[in-house]
C-alpha cells in the first residue's frame, strides 16, 4: 500500500518556524496529482489547511504556507502558536490505487 | 451549511458485518465523489473508499478490498459502507469526507464528519 512519508514530530519555541516534509513517489506527486495538508486537534475530525498545493481556505492564517516540488512537498508555519500544536497529515492521489494516500503524520509540538 | 454526518458504528464481533451511513446537507450531493477514511486509536489515517458522483467507479484500499463495499443513494444523499467478514483491525473511528471533484481525481476531503467508531472485539 503506498504512504507518503512525513517525520513523526516536530517542536519549535512561540514565534519560530517550522516545517513538515511530505515524500511520495512517481506512482502520486510524481505523477503530477495535487498535494493537500491538514490539521487535526486531539479529538477532532481532520479541518483542510492547504489545497491544490498552495492554497488556504478562507479562514485559514496566513501563516500556513506549503509548496510542491517532484516526488515531495512541505508545509511551513510562520510564527508557531500554542494553539498550532496538533497532528498534521498530507494527502495526494495515487493511480495505482486509483484513490487517496495519507502521509505518516507529524505531531507538532510548541515549546 | 455543508455538512456529513457518519452513523452505524458500534462494537462487532469478528467476522460479523456491519453497515455505515454518511448523511450529506448544504451541497448537491449526486455532484460529488464521497470518501470513507478511518483512523485507528492512536494512529494515523488510512484512505478506505471513494464512489464517484454517480456510483458507476468505486476503489477500495488494499487492506479492504473484497471485504468492503461503498454505494451511494443520491435521492437520498447518503452513501454507505458495508463491512464484512471484519478483523480487529478494522477497529477504528471510520469519517465519511466530500470530495472537491466528481470523480476521485486529484481533489481534496472537505469537509469531514465527526466520525462512527466501530469496534471489532469478541
Keep these: 500500500q503506498s504512504v507518503l512519508t512525513q517525520p513523526p514530530s516536530v517542536s519549535g519555541a512561540p514565534g519560530q518556524r517550522v516545517t513538515i516534509s511530505c515524500t511520495g513517489s512517481r506512482s502520486n506527486m510524481g505523477a503530477g496529482f495535487d498535494v493537500h495538508w491538514y490539521q487535526q486537534l486531539p479529538g477532532t475530525p481532520p479541518k483542510l489547511l492547504i489545497y491544490g498545493n498552495n492554497n488556504r481556505p478562507s479562514g485559514v492564517p496566513d501563516r500556513f504556507s506549503a509548496s510542491k516540488a517532484a516526488t515531495s512537498a512541505s508545509l511551513a508555519i510562520n510564527g508557531l502558536q500554542p494553539d498550532d500544536e496538533a497532528d498534521y497529515y498530507c494527502l495526494s492521489h495515487d493511480y495505482s490505487l486509483s484513490g487517496g494516500v495519507f502521509g505518516t503524520g507529524t505531531k507538532v509540538t510548541v515549546l | ?122
Excluded at chain 2, 464481533?13 to 470513507?36: D, E, I, T
Excluded at chain 2, 464512489?51 to 468505486?58: Q, V
Design chain 2, 1 to 122: 451549511q455543508v455538512q456529513v454526518v457518519e452513523s452505524g458504528g458500534g462494537v462487532v464481533q469478528p467476522g460479523r458485518s456491519l453497515r455505515l451511513s454518511c448523511a450529506a446537507s448544504g451541497f448537491r450531493f449526486s455532484v460529488y465523489a464521497m470518501h470513507w477514511v478511518r483512523q485507528a486509536p492512536g494512529k494515523g489515517l488510512e484512505w478506505v473508499a471513494v464512489i464517484s458522483n454517480d456510483g458507476t467507479n468505486k476503489y477500495y484500499a488494499d487492506s479492504v478490498k473484497g471485504r468492503f463495499t461503498i454505494s451511494r443513494d443520491n435521492s437520498k444523499n447518503t452513501v454507505f459502507l458495508q463491512m464484512n467478514s471484519l478483523r480487529p483491525e478494522d477497529t477504528a473511528l471510520y469519517y465519511c469526507a466530500k470530495d472537491s471533484g466528481a470523480v476521485a481525481g486529484t481533489g481534496w476531503f472537505d469537509p469531514w464528519g465527526q466520525g462512527t467508531l466501530v469496534t471489532v472485539s469478541s
